[in-house]
């Protein structure tokens, strides 16, 4: 096994270094198939040809990919109880992922999520801004769909299915306009806003914040997630966003993630075996959803720049194509979480289209 994954590892720097903007080390895909029912091979059709300027060792790694990924996915529930169990007992994120007037009282000390030899006071300002109680339902939701932001979902067709969960996770203010409505759908119980978003995006809302409050409009009543404890620089921005929301009427709830979530969530994971990089907003968001949720799909999370099945090329997110940095988050490693959660039968990994008897 461990010739296995040092050939795998080789493969992926390959096909890493071939495409451009994915400045990759490592990838190892590490999948349980006792958990799987295979569902036979693609007839011929099915089949999309390969480039022909496909880089070196990237044919294997691919194909190592989808045919590991197409088997008829079958939850296992005792891999998903266990998984929830540990969740909730070593992270707490129903009770500790948002910061409330109960788990953040005033005069409390907070530590920065990425610098936490800084501290924030919090003084009764800011204490008001904080949420009075848990935002989250008591009862457990049947089906939930965490959704990000990837190219993948381009003409996916998956937008029907998405909004047919009980309760929906969009990640970092994404377009739901007309022109992605049949891809990725509308409805959004929660959104997330990190705080690079409110610095390149919005100027920091430093000037007219009309443009932000506009752009809310498409989340509706939902609950949106800020940064303000993420570092020193996030909490003005985003106690701006907070008065905005206030000022302007806007239905949408602001709430505040907890750096105390975010550092227990980073251990729980580290001694699993995921040590590179900060975990991403959405990575923490499917955690939570795990907590939330006895059945989670999860959409979006296609990291690399060529579509695992049709073999075309991808933007980086589906409604635009500003380049992966990967400076803060390393999304392959997470990527090969959600692959092997996916396998073990915990949540289900969308990576093609959501046409019918497709997955």
């Known amino acids: 096994m461990k010739q296995h994954h040092e050939k795998l590892s080789v493969s992926l720097m390959l096909i890493f270094l071939c495409l451009g903007s994915l400045m990759i080390t490592a990838l190892w895909i590490i999948v349980d198939n006792s958990h799987v029912v295979p569902s036979g091979p693609p007839s011929p059709k099915e089949i999309p040809l390969w480039p022909s300027d496909l880089c070196k060792g990237c044919r294997k790694l691919i194909e190592d990919v989808r045919g590991r990924y197409s088997k008829t996915w079958k939850k296992q529930e005792d891999n998903y109880r ?25 005069g409390s000390n907070v530590e920065y999520a990425r610098q936490s030899q800084k501290t924030f006071r919090v003084t009764a300002n800011i204490f008001s801004t904080f949420i009075k109680e848990n935002p989250f339902p008591k009862k457990i939701f049947d089906t939930c769909a965490v959704v990000g932001n990837s190219g993948i979902l381009i003409n996916s067709s998956c937008g029907e ?19 992605y409505e049949k891809h990725v759908g509308t409805k959004t119980d929660i959104v997330t806003a990190n705080p690079s978003i409110l610095l390149n995006e919005h100027g920091s809302l430093m000037g007219s914040r009309l443009p932000l409050v506009v752009r809310l409009h498409s989340y509706g009543e939902s609950i949106m997630v800020l940064s303000p404890f993420s570092y ?24 505040f993630f907890n750096p105390d979530y975010f550092r227990s ?7 699993r075996g995921i040590t590179r990089g900060l975990l991403s907003t959405g990575l923490q968001m499917v955690n939570i959803a795990l907590e939330l949720c006895a059945n989670v799909d999860v959409y979006g999370f296609w990291p690399f720049s060529i579509h695992p099945i049709d073999l075309h090329p991808l933007k980086n997110h589906y409604f635009d194509d500003k380049k992966a940095t990967w400076i ?9 979480l959600l692959l092997r959660l996916h396998s073990q039968g915990v949540l289900r990994l969308h990576l093609g289209n959501c046409g019918p008897g497709t997955n």
């Open 161 to 179: 299915r998405i909004d047919s969960a009980q309760f929906v996770i969009r990640c970092n203010l994404p377009s739901l306009g007309k022109e």
């Open 328 to 336: 803060v988050h390393f999304m392959p490693d997470e990527f090969d």
């Open 232 to 255: 020193p620089g996030s909490t003005a921005m985003c106690l701006r966003a907070v008065y905005s929301i206030r000022d302007s009427g806007s239905p949408i709830q602001p709430v």
């Open 82 to 106: 266990n998984l929830s169990s540990q969740l909730r007992s070593q992270v707490q994120g129903f009770d500790k992922a948002i910061i409330t007037q109960a788990n953040t009282p005033l």
């Open 265 to 271: 969530l980073r251990d729980f994971w580290r001694s």
